[in-house]
């Protein structure tokens, strides 16, 4: 099975409006952590936001919120006020903490924004 | 601070011949990891070092190896390369601390063009 899903290969926002990423995930270990990462076409993973299994809130960072919904196994990522400099692929992942540093990847959306 | 580092940034080798890539870690980092991404996918983890060791392995065959030096920094050798072997290589560093989320920090990747 896979661990992360990823649904939407290609999504389009208009400049300044709020967009939703999808992913759900797949784990049995209770101790898990989720990230974030886009990648612009230069190819660089840049990490966007890290939400912890154990906390109890959604993560925040700017513009980036994450809306963690641990029963369903989502972890969607909300951009809000998209600017043109948000088209990239974006990337969830996740790391099992009992297993080890392995982080497993989805197989991205690519986002574009449109002026 | 730098970053982490990798090199080549491109690279374009023959069926059979064997390759080896360069990766610095972000300065404080002890651990290393690498992925191979394939055109249009997630990165999948290859293995992870940490103290000269190889920690963990993902599902790649023994043509893959690598190795990490007493400063850190890690090699990735491919082995009689296929024209699957095409991909950007990504290296990522972390620090291990053990109840901390370990981010892991990507460097710009190597681009392997096997024909």
């Known amino acids: 099975a896979q661990k992360i899903t990823q649904t939407q290969p290609g999504m389009f926002v208009q400049e300044k409006e709020a967009v939703t990423l999808d992913c759900t995930y797949d784990?049995?270990?209770?101790?898990?952590?989720l990230f974030w990462y886009k990648q612009p076409s230069s190819g660089e993973m840049i990490f966007l936001i890290y939400?912890?299994?154990?906390?109890?809130q959604n993560a925040t960072e700017g513009r980036y919120s994450l809306n963690f919904q641990k029963a369903r196994k989502s972890a969607n990522l909300v951009i809000s006020a998209s600017q043109l400099g948000d088209s990239a692929m974006y990337f969830c992942a996740m790391r099992e903490v009992n297993t080890g540093n392995q982080f497993y990847f989805g197989t991205g959306t690519s986002l574009t924004v449109i002026p | 601070d730098a970053g982490v580092t990798q090199s080549p940034t491109h690279l374009i080798k023959t069926r059979g011949q064997q390759v080896t890539l360069r990766c610095s870690p972000k300065s404080g980092h002890d651990t290393v990891s690498w992925y191979q991404q394939a055109l249009g996918q997630g990165p999948q983890f290859i293995f992870q070092?940490?103290?000269?060791?190889?920690?963990q392995r993902g599902n790649f065959p023994d043509r893959f190896s690598g190795h990490q030096f007493p400063n850190y920094s890690s090699e990735l050798n491919v082995n009689a390369l296929l024209l699957g072997d095409s991909a950007l290589y990504l290296c990522a560093s972390s620090r291990i601390d053990r109840g901390r989320y370990n981010e892991q920090f990507f460097g710009p990747g190597t681009r392997l063009t096997v024909l």
């Open positions: 070092y940490y103290e000269e060791e190889e920690r």
């Open positions: 784990t049995s270990d209770p101790s898990y952590g």
């Open positions: 939400q912890g299994s154990y906390d109890q």
